[in-house]
């Protein structure tokens, strides 16, 4: 591996912020493998209501989850695929030697 001085990594130096704190790495990790919303995230991880808000109005700020409108619902989705792969590499089984 070669270092590029070229290179520029703040989007995922920014992700990596974002993601480091423990709700927020849940809430990905969750919605990875379902679009879910505030009700069914702050139930599952027995939070209250408006600290979960407060996590995924951050995520959404910063591009990692967008929330779509059904009726008087808003279903959250993944749609950072840097943040998706970050977490899914955290979490996927490690491999056999």
């Known amino acids: 591996m070669e270092f590029d001085k070229m290179q520029n990594y703040d989007r995922e130096a920014e992700i990596l912020k974002v993601l480091g704190h ?11 493998s379902q679009t879910c919303n505030v009700k069914k995230i702050w139930e599952c991880l027995a939070l209250p209501q408006a600290t979960v808000s407060q996590h995924l109005a951050l995520l959404k700020n910063k591009g990692i989850i967008e929330g779509q409108r059904e009726g008087v619902e808003v279903y959250y989705h993944v749609v950072s695929k840097e943040a998706r792969r970050i977490v899914q590499s955290l979490f996927e089984a490690p491999s056999e030697p």
Request: proline share 9%; no cysteine.
């Open 22 to 32: 423990p709700v927020r790495l849940k809430i990905i990790a969750g919605l990875i």
